[in-house]
Nanobody, 126 residues
């Protein structure tokens, strides 16, 4: 089992920044590819960004390219999502997820992820 705990959400004005963190425990963190997903009210849970086991591979949804940056620190068992130039449409609950991987790939398919955090709310005001 992998336990994931997100933090860093909150209320921010449009154009501002937030940094989300996801702390993992329970298994060898570097064996897992990691992803950030988000779910807005009344909508499905969509990929935001993902990162491979050793940070060599990343994936970003088109809507966040150039504004968000995913990174990980395997020594701290933590994955981050730096969110800059935030827009009201970024408002959602953000979830961290993990998938055990034998490759360095970053995965963007939600169904591949077997472990999820509880989510953290991000609200961007206009």
């Amino acid at each position: 089992q992998v336990q994931l705990v997100e933090s860093g959400g909150g209320l921010v004005q449009a154009g501002g920044s937030l940094r989300l963190s996801c702390a993992a425990s329970g298994r060898t963190f570097s064996d897992y590819a990691m992803g950030w997903f988000r779910q807005a009210p009344g909508k499905g849970r969509d990929i935001v960004a993902s990162i491979g086991r050793s940070s060599g591979s990343t994936y970003y949804a088109d809507s966040v390219k150039g504004r968000f940056t995913i990174s990980r620190d395997n020594a701290k068992n933590t994955v981050y999502l730096q969110m800059d130039s935030l827009k009201p449409e970024d408002t959602a609950v953000y979830y961290c997820a993990a998938v055990r991987s034998d490759s360095g790939r970053a995965y963007y398919t939600k169904s591949m992820y077997g472990y999820w955090g509880q989510g953290t709310q991000v609200t961007v005001s206009s």
